[in-house]
């Protein structure tokens, strides 16, 4: 019988463990390993690395390619400062934005092209308010087939269908993670000198309107591991009510992908076919004109395209159908809908946590280090706003190379006996009952919750009722909740990752008593404040096992913004005139 | 109490006289990022992939790796 539940437990060391193989993970198992070919490193994923992470079926383009001669550092900086509204330390955003064109020219050595012009230039294109950073890649399909083809070069250690449950740590560090095998749920302890975590996005928190668990904007399986394996490791979180929420196709909930049609002329419309935003470029503030337009008599909201020329829409097809979601073709086949006649319906997505698109991630500094010693977070996960997929291979680079010179200088922590112990019992808990409440079901429960009392405008009452219904959900996990093979297993492991997350959301939510970022953080009843709100607010697991935070100063600014430069991004309606016309 | 059984239409679909699992072929199987195939017995004892989960994120890697072209992606009737 497949996915039987067996009973086993292996231990293994490392110098450099990397969980998650997506985007970051690869990178940072590359780089700790050329830094030191002799060193052991792991990459581990609870998929399979040639498939696994948001970027399975490739990327149409960079978002935020920093290239000399269509961008400076300084200007990027200050670009995302505003985006994410100011709060941001901007030396991790300054960092990357130094050191991702050597990282382009590394992918393209991979064998993975970006788009040229006629001179031989790289040929790219303003999406953003302010400045050019949106690079096409043309053989974007064959990202995740190049970069296995390095790891399998530089022979890194890839176990595939494990997934890391807990994090071990010491008093001082951490001391390596604890793993069950998705197919047999055998255990797997791995002592390691440093840990990074590149587990994506918590992408699984909201329901999707379809009502369909796995029809999420990010990857299904980036159910928020990495955000509750920190919480409960005692990291610090950044930012975490800065939700993740993005303009999608409806139904399909893929991204329509403006960063692909708007430098070719397309553009978000409304029902009238009128642009309504400026700048399609994904902000929190984009996302309240985007929300108040389909509330809006003007509703709902379009991708239009049907007044492009045919050559230009081939093109936009030929890409949107064999990237990143190629499943999009079929979907408007169903439908009937063809880009040359019909405009696109578009909706708001379910929320998430993700720092690739928003601010809500795992506190790191600009080496990508956590609060933790020796614990390092890189890509979606972490938070380096705006870091799309450039920042997670920059940011998993800078921290596979920092934790490669951690463990150089450490000696293995000690294991805790007891902490792998008490984990065997949690997880496996599920497995001995004869009967109860099914994982998927646990799930759906907690994901409506969050559609209904955490998804912005954010009402405080609300919120409050979402964690008494929270706490009711847990008390049925953890006493009633019934598996019946592994797999099932992975997905009740999961369903605790998607509770501990919508406990964060909610916590962190309440915190921030002012408005920020557009609809991320819209509190109706809270302006936006300033004078007292002008920080990270940082959570983490409190004395009492629930969620506490606390106000952690912005760092003073490398790059300055001028005052008249602060709102650009709330400036982003069309002005009415313009429209009326 | 025991779980009831809630049929579902699966987006996977797999030609079976295109399957290759009886050479041992699990390329659809390994790639999934959700782990929703399998491989299983057909009633006239060749072996087929199968989607087993309803826990499908159409991302179609099953569809591109495939060696013989026998799997078809489709949307998940919910959200088609």
């Known amino acids: ?581 | 109490m025991p779980l009831a059984h809630a049929a579902s239409t699966v987006p996977v679909v797999v030609n079976d006289d295109l399957c290759i699992a009886d050479k041992g072929c699990t390329v659809c199987v390994e790639v999934c990022p959700l782990d929703v195939l399998r491989i299983t017995d057909l009633l006239d004892g060749r072996k087929t992939a199968h989607m087993k989960y309803d826990e499908c994120w159409y991302c179609m890697p099953c569809e591109a790796d495939c060696p013989t072209g026998a799997v078809t992606v489709n949307i998940p009737y919910l959200l088609k």
Request: charged content about 25%.
């Open chain 1, 1 to 581: 019988m497949s996915d039987e539940i067996l009973d086993g437990i292996t231990q293994i060391d490392c110098d450099v463990l990397v969980i998650g193989g997506g985007t970051a993970g690869p990178m940072a198992a590359l780089k700790a390993k050329r830094k030191n070919p002799k060193a052991n490193v792991v990459l581990l994923d609870k998929a399979n690395v040639k498939r696994s992470g948001a970027i399975s079926m490739g990327m149409d383009g960079l978002n935020n390619s920093v290239i000399p001669g269509y961008a400076t550092p300084e200007q990027y900086t200050k670009e995302i400062t505003i985006a994410n509204d100011g709060i941001c330390d901007q030396a991790a955003v300054y960092r990357y934005a130094e050191e991702c064109y050597p990282i382009i020219q590394e992918l393209d050595s991979f064998g993975i092209r970006f788009q040229k012009d006629n001179n031989g230039e790289y040929d790219v294109k303003k999406v953003h308010h302010i400045g050019t950073y949106v690079l096409p890649m043309p053989n974007g399909d064959t990202v995740k087939k190049a970069l296995y083809r390095q790891l399998r070069k530089s022979r890194i250690n890839i176990i595939n269908r494990y997934m890391a449950t807990r994090l071990l740590t010491t008093e001082e560090r951490v001391a390596g993670a604890i793993c069950v095998n998705t197919r047999t749920a055998e255990f797997l302890v791995v002592r390691a000198k440093s840990v990074i975590m590149s587990m994506g996005a918590a992408g699984r928190l909201g329901l999707p309107s379809s009502g369909y668990l796995y029809g999420t904007y990010e990857n299904a399986s980036n159910s928020g591991e990495g955000y509750a394996m920190s919480y409960h490791a005692g990291a610090a979180l950044a930012n975490l009510e800065c939700y993740q929420i993005n303009p999608l196709i409806k139904d399909y909930n893929g991204p329509a992908c403006a960063y692909v049609a708007g430098p070719l002329g397309g553009y978000t419309a409304n029902a009238g076919g009128e642009r309504f935003i400026e700048c399609d470029y994904w902000s929190g503030q984009m996302m309240q004109e985007f929300h108040d337009e389909l509330q809006s008599g003007n509703g709902p909201v379009y991708l239009k395209l049907n007044h492009l020329a045919e050559e230009t829409v081939s093109e936009i097809e030929r890409v949107l159908h064999i990237v990143e979601r190629p499943t999009r073709g079929h979907f408007h086949a169903g439908r009937g809908t063809d880009y040359r006649k019909d405009m696109i319906e578009m909706h708001i997505s379910e929320i998430g946590f993700c720092s690739g698109h928003s601010a809500s991630g795992v506190y790191v500094d600009e080496n990508a280090r956590t609060t933790i010693p020796g614990l390092y977070a890189a890509g979606d996960m972490a938070n380096v706003p705006h870091n799309y997929m450039l920042g997670a291979f920059t940011n998993g680079a800078i921290a596979g190379e920092d934790a490669l010179d951690f463990s150089a200088d450490v000696d293995f922590a000690e294991i805790d006996k007891d902490a792998i112990e008490a984990e065997r019992a949690r997880v496996l808990a599920p497995t001995k009952r004869t009967d109860g409440i099914p994982p998927n079901q646990i799930e759906y429960k907690t994901r409506r919750f969050v559609n209904d009392y955490l998804q912005p405008p954010k009402v405080t009452a609300k919120m409050q009722l979402a964690q008494q219904r929270f706490e009711e959900v847990r008390d049925d996990m953890e006493n009633h909740m019934y598996v019946r093979d592994s797999h099932e297993l992975m997905r009740s492991l999961e369903a605790s990752s998607i509770l501990d997350c919508a406990d964060m959301a909610a916590s962190a939510s309440l915190y921030r008593t002012e408005s920020r970022w557009g609809l991320y953080h819209n509190r109706v009843e809270y302006q936006r404040d300033d004078e007292n709100w002008f920080c990270h607010t940082l959570l983490t697991k409190g004395e009492d096992g629930k969620p506490t935070s606390r106000k952690e100063p912005v760092k003073p600014y490398i790059v300055e913004i001028a005052d008249d430069e602060k709102d650009a991004y709330n400036k982003q309606r069309v002005k009415a005139t313009a429209t009326a016309e």
